[in-house]
């Protein structure tokens, strides 16, 4: 029962050697959702070994070129390899007409439907739901619409305790109930949920937040995540330059971990200019130990 | 005084985890002209060391995504580099209007001119001319409007010999004339040029062609070149689906580079079908002994 991150791109604006634009893919019980996708993700996807057809959703968090230039030949593939089924589009307004405008042309008759969901909320807003995760869609602060995505796993049933199943002769109606939660009543007692089952694993959970200055508006939702990715384009040093650019440092990305109390933070987004990204590490341990910093290719499972 | 080739993306419309969709340099004497721009080619340009500012001219053979889906990333790249110079693109009509609808929203001014050139002529036309070089586009046959191109380095100056110099005492604005090719004119003799120089070095050409069937009109412009790129998407096996889908063979494209007597023949656009190159390698060699397969990475040097 997988929970995993896979970093395809850890870069900022300008790719480099080593970082690729941003693109992130979140396998949550082998439903997998890409979130952003910048140039040559879908290369990225092929060499990290990902069917790019099993992907339905893909989450982009705003139309600056590095969020989502990716998308045109990662559709194209997708088509050339046959899909059929409908896919997902989550981002703020214009992406529909830019991808029709690159991508009409290209084929005769359009191979699949695409969906398009655009984010314009200012209120955390579930933008997907199904058996086992939800998303939320939430607004950050950038120099144009930019949303952060968090994916909560869902509470997961009751773990009935199998001799119970023998002491009280449970029928299988009754434990379907009891694994929703329910006590168990006989004519002359109630035994309690509590006596029957055992608590199920924690649900897990992933907060994505780029291309934005710290804003605290909505950290309800994120709060005690398991993991946050967080942008740190900047060393602190350069924190007038994150301000003027509507960027973070790496020391502030740490201290909102901090706050939230998060399992692990993710650092990404870096700038090309700095040449090593150990002092982003420095910076963001000396506030925050739980900090590691995203790498193409990186892997972080949140365990049962 | 180089006149090297340097291949980025080997593959067709579905890149692989080895060959990129199309896209090459061209070096001729430091100038470097971009041919076709795949998705991820200003990746392959970094990783083969090309400075992509220093890049002023790119030619796209058509329309479909696998030849242009990378001048997205390409072009952001080059405004965040700084990039004040004249950017030239010549493709088939419709080009500007698709980069202008992805472009525009990412900058808020137009970081450098772009012109654009449409190709549209019947008839192959000088698309470029400098001191050194001379390119010509030329109208293929597919699907779609697709064009050739034919870079034909300029006849350099006449060698003139040392020692003539000394003999016939001749001066500076005779000595420029004579590597033009004039003959030496004294009141009691004339010096043949012949007499007076070494002929230079023969100029050196490549012809790209891809996304065609094999087309004979315009083989005059092309014929003897020192290099031809040409596609073989499929084995003849497969001629039936070539001609189908209106691409080459890679017997048939030996069976050109035989005709048009050309120093090399690169093969390259492989279909993702195949698994191995070594069927395409035997095929043309059987027919045309200066055959190779393109490689993403591979450079082939014209000498002097």
């Known amino acids: 029962m997988r929970f995993e991150l896979t970093i395809l791109g850890s870069g900022s604006a300008l790719p480099t050697t080593n970082r690729n634009t941003t693109a992130q893919v979140l396998n949550v019980l082998e439903r997998f959702f890409l979130i952003d996708c910048g140039e040559a993700t879908q290369l990225q996807l092929r060499k990290y070994g990902f069917a790019i057809n099993r992907i339905n959703h893909i989450l982009i968090s705003h139309l600056h070129g590095d969020h989502f230039f990716g998308l045109f030949g990662l559709i194209s593939s997708m088509a050339l390899l046959g899909r059929t089924n409908v896919l997902h589009i989550y981002s703020p307004p214009g992406l529909e007409g830019i991808l029709n405008t690159v991508l009409n042309p290209q084929f005769e008759k359009t191979p699949f439907p695409i969906q398009f969901h655009s984010l314009a909320d200012d209120d955390p807003t579930v933008i997907f739901e199904d ?141 090309s200019r700095y040449k090593s990204d150990a002092l982003f590490l420095e910076e963001a341990n000396n506030i925050f130990q739980n900090s590691i910093i995203g790498t193409d290719g990186l892997k972080i499972t949140v365990p049962e």
């Open 131 to 271: 058996k086992v995760v939800t998303i939320h869609a939430f607004p950050l602060r950038h120099s144009v619409s930019v949303y952060g995505f968090f994916f909560q796993e869902k509470k997961r049933l009751q773990n009935i305790r199998s001799e119970k199943i023998t002491q009280y002769k449970i029928s299988i109606p009754e434990i379907l109930a009891i694994k929703e939660g329910a006590d168990l009543v006989r004519e002359n007692e109630t035994v309690p949920n509590s006596v029957l089952t055992i608590d199920p694993l924690p649900p897990r959970s992933y907060a994505f937040v780029t291309d934005t200055i710290i804003t605290r508006k909505h950290t309800e939702l994120i709060k005690n995540a398991d993991l946050l990715y967080h942008e740190a384009t900047f060393l602190h040093a350069d924190k007038a330059l994150a301000r003027k650019t509507m960027h973070t440092t790496a020391k502030q990305a740490a201290e909102f971990a901090r706050e939230l109390m998060v399992g692990k933070l993710i650092l990404g987004h870096f700038s």
